[in-house]
């Protein structure tokens, strides 16, 4: 009778990194995400750390993109960083919540990357409630005649990437409190009123916000918020010929006006990338972040990619809100059958024959918008009258949108 024979352990290679070579299997536990999140959110997390929503509360769901959710949801983690790389937080157990956040144990890293009025910001719970305290919030005048010895909590985030108003209303505090002898404190303001709530009951304050009365104006965070507009459709559909109208009307009027179109981006700004559906959402997404800066400036961006993932279009526009600026939408709805018909470069025509793949509207799906601020369908339609329904949008003597 034949009988088997294990090997021993000599028999079995010991590769030089260590590693059983036979034998035994090797698990790869699978990396978290690296996600830079909103100015708000990143606001939120560092309260939470701060204690300043007090010992019970958890971490806000974390919006992801559908790549980055898939693989927190993989990894069990994900890991927070700030506009400058520094890692914040890493949120540990994660568990989807609806379809496109997560939510998990917060484990605090490093401390986040400095910011304008730094040594103002409250580092952790305090009592205020017996002191004479005013509640300025961003959008607030800071009022005349601050009592002496007084503390001006200003609600606002500043920041080097987030909206203006914060900090200049900061500004405007401390001016204040150095001709009264009042002191300072900031604390960014949670979006979310029973956060907000939390953090001025930790605080010690009835939860209301604003000065009230006439005041100092925020020198610098009172000029008008800028634009992200972003014209979406499939190619041919006439949103390239709408944003340069657009665009032209508006710099004769004198509103400044940045136009981020196919060819000129794709010569500069996306050089290098190509036509695969990772590289279109990455064009898109580098679009919306340059555009969102122009508005935060008070600019108008005008941006015409296909951008067929909604998806990665309001990803556009969460990189809009978190810089202040206002986000246009406008669906350029012409009928794939027009955009054929209009096509001099055939290349509806190679798609179809399968020599460009991933085109949208024949070999890759275009997600239509559910609600744009503007619907348009091209087709017999003088050009001129669709780029007046777009201004229609816009108040171009201030460049912002009613």
């Not at 036979?22 to 708000?40: K, N």
């Not at 634009?227 to 390239?240: D, Y």
């Not at 939408?329 to 460009?356: F, M, S």
């Not at 339609?381 to 816009?394: I, K, N, P, S």
Request: aromatic fraction near 2%.
């Amino acid at each position: 009778m034949s009988t088997i024979t294990e090997p021993s352990v000599s028999a079995i290679e010991r590769p030089p990194e260590g590693r059983w070579a036979l034998g035994t299997l090797s698990v790869v536990t699978p990396r978290p995400p690296t996600v830079c999140p909103s100015r708000a959110d990143l606001d939120d997390l560092d309260l939470l750390r701060r204690g300043l929503y007090g010992p019970t509360a958890g971490p806000r769901p974390l919006r992801l993109s559908p790549e980055d959710l898939d693989a927190a949801l993989t990894a069990g983690a994900v890991e927070v960083v700030d506009p400058e790389g520094v890692p914040v937080a890493r949120l540990e157990d994660v568990g989807r919540v609806g379809d496109e956040h997560v939510t998990g144990r917060p484990v605090w890293l490093s401390a986040p990357s400095s910011r304008p009025f730094q040594d103002l910001h409250l580092t952790g719970p305090r009592d205020l409630s017996g002191e004479q305290v005013v509640l300025v919030a961003a959008a607030d005048e800071v009022p005349d005649g601050v009592p002496a010895g007084a503390t001006l909590l200003v609600l606002a985030s500043t920041s080097l990437d987030g909206p203006l108003a914060g900090t200049a209303t900061v500004r405007a505090a401390v001016s204040a409190a150095a001709s009264s002898g009042a002191r300072v404190l900031v604390v960014p303001v949670p979006d979310d009123l029973d956060r907000r709530a939390a953090l001025l009951a930790t605080l010690g304050l009835v939860p209301t916000t604003g000065s009230g009365g006439a005041g100092r104006p925020a020198e610098g965070g009172d000029h008008p918020a800028g634009v992200v507009l972003l014209l979406t459709g499939l190619s041919g559909s006439g949103k390239s010929t709408i944003a340069r109208t657009v665009a032209t009307r508006l710099v004769e009027g004198g509103t400044p006006v940045t136009l981020l179109d196919g060819d000129v981006v794709r010569r500069h700004l996306t050089a290098g990338l190509g036509f695969s559906p990772e590289d279109r959402r990455t064009n898109v997404r580098r679009i919306g972040w340059v555009a969102a800066e122009v508005a935060h400036h008070g600019g108008i961006a005008v941006c015409s990619p296909i951008a067929p993932e909604d998806a990665v279009r309001r990803d556009v526009a969460a990189m809009a809100a978190d810089r202040g600026a206002r986000f246009v939408l406008v669906h350029v709805a012409t009928p794939l059958e027009e955009c054929e018909r209009r096509d001099r470069k055939g290349l509806y025509a190679r798609a179809r024959r399968g020599e460009i793949p991933d085109f949208t509207g024949i070999s890759a799906p275009y997600d239509v918008p559910d609600e744009p601020d503007l619907r348009i369908d091209t087709t017999g339609r003088d050009v001129g009258a669709c780029a007046d329904e777009v201004l229609a949008l816009l108040d171009p003597e201030v460049g912002r949108a009613r």
